[in-house]
């Protein structure tokens, strides 16, 4: 692949699961993609997910929450939606966008005290590392070699 792909990850705040997995792509592969993410209802990056992934080793303290209709004139190749309700109400991309579903729990709906809400976030992002590596091993489909 001579240019990077285009993948955003989409889920409705924009402020935890896409955040991460946004991170770890750009972790695993920045070689191979362009990581983006947005949503669809964006309301900026939860400071927990900032402290997970640091404590992860990966740095999102620079991310910031995008609208998805901020991509509809320049679609990226791939959308994954982290959660099912921003799957439901993205707007419809021009091109040749493939879109994934892989719905995640949401991490800021935690219930607890610090603790296990951390965890609770902790679980996610590894959750979505998990699922990135495998989705790399296997070629990156819809847009890389594998199946």
Known sequence: MSERARVLFLCTGNSCRSQMAEGWL???APERFVALSAGTDPVGVNPRAVATMAALGVDIA???SEDVRDFLDDPPELV???CERAADSCPSLPGATHVLRWPFPDPAEAQGDA???LAHFRAVSLAIRERLEGWLAAGGSPLGSGT
Do not use: D, G, S
């Open 115 to 117: 603790q296990e809400v």
């Open 80 to 82: 994954i939606a982290v």
């Open 26 to 28: 750009r972790h695993l």
């Open 62 to 64: 620079e991310q910031r």
